[in-house]
C-alpha cells in the first residue's frame, strides 16, 4: 500500500510526478474547485483547453495536462466532481474523486492530491479515495509490465499539523489496508483459496496485523461434525477439500458493547448437484466476500483498538458436485438442532450461515451483523452498485446509518411475514428456497429463523462485492472490499454509545 503524507505547503511547489486537482462541471464550463491555491496560469490553463480537450468536470472523469507555468509538478491531473450545489463536495464526492485520479496513476513514484481538506473529515475522504484507488491485484501477474499503484501519496491540507487530521489519516490507512485485504482474498484464484487456505490466510494476517487481544480458533471438518455444524458440513460435502468454520474475536478489556459479525466463505459455488449455469461461472470465487470483509473487519477494530469485543465467524466451504455432495430432498440438522429441507443445492450459502448466527447468538452479544454474497436476486432488486440489509427496524437503521457516513451504499429491505409460508417444508421444520419472487426477502426470512431474540441484520452484498465491469470512482474490476466500512463505523458508533 502507498506511504501517505500530509503537508500545508504551496501546491505549485510540490515536485510530485502528479498534482491533483478537482474540476466542478458548470453550465459555464469546468471551473477549477478551490482555485486559490493554484497558481492563475494553472487556473487560465485548465478553463481555456477545456473546450479543445472535451474537460466536462464530470463524476470519475480523469484528465492529464501538461504542468504549465510556475507548477514544480510534471503534470496536472483534472478528476471530476460534478456539479455543485456547494462550494465544497461531500465526502464521498471528494473520495470517489481522489480515488478515480490515484487509479489512473498507476506507475507513478510521487502523487501530490490538492483537493479540498479544509478540515479532518475531508482529510479522511481525501485519504481513504486515494488509498482505495491506488490498488493493483498483481500475485498472477509475470513480468515487469504488472500495473503498480503510485508509491508516494502526499494529501495537502492547512491542517497537516493538527492532531484531528493526523488521526483521520492514521484511520484511513487501516481502512485502505482491510479494504485491500478483502479485495486480495476476493480476487484469488479458488484453486489457492480454499477453505482450510482462507482459514491459514486468516491466521496469517492476525499475526502479520500485530494487533494486540485478537485470537483466531479454526474448526476442522471433525470439530464441526462434532458440535452440530451440519449446514457447513452439508455443503462442503461435495469438494475434496473439506469445509473450516473460522473464529477470530478481537477482546479489548472493558469493552463498552459486544458485537458478533458472521460471514458467508463459499470460496467457489458450483450450485453443488443444482449446477449454475457456465456463463459467468467465474465470479464465483467472489462468494466468499462476506466472510473476507469480517476479518478485516475485526483486524481493522483491533487495530484501531476500539473498545468494542467484536467476534467474527468465517463459515467456509467449496460448494461442489460430486458422489458425495449433497442432494436436492436431503435434510440437514443446523447448530441446535433445526432441521432443513434442501431443495435446492445452489442455496447454499444460508445454510453455512444458518450454523454461524447459531454460534454467534450462543455467545450472547449485544447485536449480531451477518453480510453475505446471497442472491442474485440481490442484484435483480438494487443492481450492481448498491447493497440490501434486512433485520429488525433498530439494527437495520443502525446499519443504513453507519453506510451513510461510511459512504457506502446500502438499501433498507422489508422482511414480509406472509412470504415466510414459502419456506415451509412437508419434512423439516424450513425448506431452504422459497417461492421465486422475492428470493433476497425470502433468504432474509429464512436466516432470520436462526437468531431468535437477538438485534440482527443480515447485508446482502452478492452485486456490489465483485465489480464484473469497468473500474469506476475507487472502486477496481474484481473484488472491491465492500461492506468494511460500514460494519467499521457501525462498531465505532456502539463504542461510544
Known amino acids: 500500500m502507498p506511504r501517505v503524507t500530509l503537508t500545508s505547503a504551496n501546491p505549485a511547489r510540490q515536485t510530485a510526478d502528479a498534482l491533483v486537482v478537482a474540476v466542478a462541471s458548470s453550465p459555464a464550463g469546468p471551473r477549477v474547485v478551490g482555485a486559490d491555491w493554484l497558481p492563475a496560469e494553472t487556473v487560465e490553463q485548465v478553463t481555456g483547453l477545456a473546450g479543445v480537450l472535451g474537460i466536462t468536470g464530470a463524476v470519475d472523469e480523469v484528465r492529464r495536462l501538461p504542468a504549465a507555468g510556475k507548477l514544480a509538478a510534471r503534470t496536472v491531473v483534472l478528476t ?240 461442489m458436485p460430486s458422489g458425495t455432495a449433497q442432494r436436492p430432498s ?29 454460534a454467534a447468538v450462543e455467545e450472547k452479544p449485544d447485536v449480531v451483523l451477518d453480510i453475505a454474497t446471497l442472491t442474485g436476486a440481490q442484484l435483480v432488486a438494487l443492481g450492481p452498485r448498491v447493497s440490501a440489509v434486512m433485520g429488525d427496524d433498530s439494527t437495520r437503521t443502525e446499519v443504513v446509518d453507519a453506510a451513510g457516513a461510511a459512504g457506502e451504499a446500502f438499501w433498507p429491505m422489508p422482511l414480509p411475514a406472509d412470504l415466510r409460508a414459502g419456506l415451509k417444508s412437508k419434512v423439516a421444520d424450513i425448506a431452504n428456497i422459497g417461492d421465486r419472487f422475492g428470493g433476497m426477502l425470502t433468504a432474509g426470512l429464512f436466516l432470520q429463523e436462526f437468531v431468535g431474540s437477538t438485534p440482527w441484520a443480515h447485508l446482502d452484498i452478492a452485486g456490489p462485492a465483485f465489480n464484473e465491469k469497468a473500474p469506476f470512482g475507487y472502486t477496481p474490476a474484481g473484488g472491491t472490499g465492500v461492506g468494511v466500512r460500514t460494519l467499521l463505523a457501525l462498531i465505532e458508533a456502539r463504542a461510544i454509545r
Request: proline content about 5%; some cysteine; aromatic content about 4%.
Open 330 to 358: 436431503d435434510v440437514l440438522t443446523i447448530r441446535g438442532g433445526k432441521t432443513v429441507e434442501v431443495l435446492n443445492t445452489d442455496a447454499e450459502g444460508r445454510l453455512v450461515m444458518a450454523d454461524g448466527l447459531v
Open 80 to 319: 471530476g466532481v460534478g456539479p455543485l450545489d456547494e462550494v465544497v463536495p461531500d465526502a464521498e464526492t471528494l473520495r470517489r474523486a481522489a480515488g478515480a485520479a490515484l487509479r489512473e496513476l498507476t506507475g507513478a513514484a510521487s502523487v501530490a492530491v490538492a483537493l479540498p481538506a479544509e478540515d479532518a473529515e475531508q482529510v479522511a475522504a481525501v485519504a481513504e479515495g486515494a488509498l482505495f484507488g491506488a490498488y493493483a491485484y498483481t500475485r498472477y501477474r509475470s513480468g515487469e509490465d504488472a500495473p503498480a499503484p503510485a508509491a508516494e501519496i502526499t494529501v495537502l491540507t492547512p491542517r497537516a499539523r493538527d492532531k484531528s487530521a493526523t488521526k483521520a489519516l492514521a484511520r484511513a490507512e487501516v481502512l485502505a489496508a482491510a479494504v485491500h485485504g478483502v479485495r486480495d482474498l476476493v480476487n484469488a484464484a479458488p484453486n489457492d483459496l480454499y477453505p482450510a487456505a482462507f482459514a491459514d490466510a486468516a491466521k496469517a494476517a492476525v499475526k502479520d496485523t500485530g494487533a494486540k487481544g485478537v485470537k483466531v480458533t479454526v474448526l476442522d471438518e471433525k470439530a464441526l461434525a462434532a458440535g452440530g455444524y451440519g449446514g457447513i458440513l452439508g455443503v462442503g460435502q461435495g469438494s475434496a477439500r473439506p469445509p473450516r468454520l473460522v473464529k477470530v474475536s478481537y477482546s479489548p478489556s472493558r469493552p463498552a458493547a459486544k458485537v458478533a459479525l458472521v460471514g458467508k466463505g463459499i470460496t467457489f459455488d458450483s450450485g453443488g448437484i443444482s449446477i449454475k449455469p457456465a456463463a459467468g461461472m467465474d465470479a464465483m470465487k467472489s462468494d466468499m466476500a462476506g466472510a473476507a470483509a469480517v476479518l478485516h473487519t475485526v483486524l481493522a477494530a483491533a487495530r484501531l483498538e476500539l473498545p468494542v469485543a467484536v467476534t467474527g465467524w468465517l463459515c467456509l466451504a467449496e460448494n
